[in-house]
């Protein structure tokens, strides 16, 4: 099991698949969540990264079928890893996560 996107900012798991990556030619860090669906950007990173998001407010069900995590907006951004051609994948925008970007199953096909 690898980490769970926790509604009240608590990580779920110690075991972590941590990698660098790039979004708009910008370094960062991700953790890739083996237990969520959807792939997560916190507000904060979003706007570091200087991505223009859609505002989009929704809640969505997380992996334990009881959690919800209340997300602000969208944004779909070409993101690139070890050197491979930049994939899109498009991120729900949050308040707060554990980590700033956390890439889920449907986000995964940029490990390869």
């Not at 009240?8 to 660098?20: A, C, I, Q, V, Y």
């Not at 989009?56 to 070409?78: E, F, W």
């Not at 994948?89 to 700033?100: K, M, Q, W």
Request: aromatic share 4%; no cysteine.
């Amino acid at each position: 099991m690898l980490a769970a996107v926790d509604p009240k900012g608590e990580s779920t798991s110690t075991d972590l698949l941590n990698f660098p990556l790039k979004i708009n030619k910008v370094e960062a860090e991700a953790v890739f969540d083996t237990l969520s669906s959807l792939n997560f950007m916190t507000r904060d990173e979003a706007s570091r990264l200087r991505l223009g998001w859609v505002t989009r407010s929704s809640v969505v069900t997380l992996g334990d079928g009881n959690a919800k995590l209340k997300t602000i907006g969208q944004v779909t951004a070409r993101v690139k890893v070890h050197g491979k051609a930049p994939t899109p994948i498009t991120f729900e925008i949050v308040e707060s996560l554990v980590v700033p970007i956390i890439i889920g199953l449907t986000g995964g096909e940029v490990l390869g």
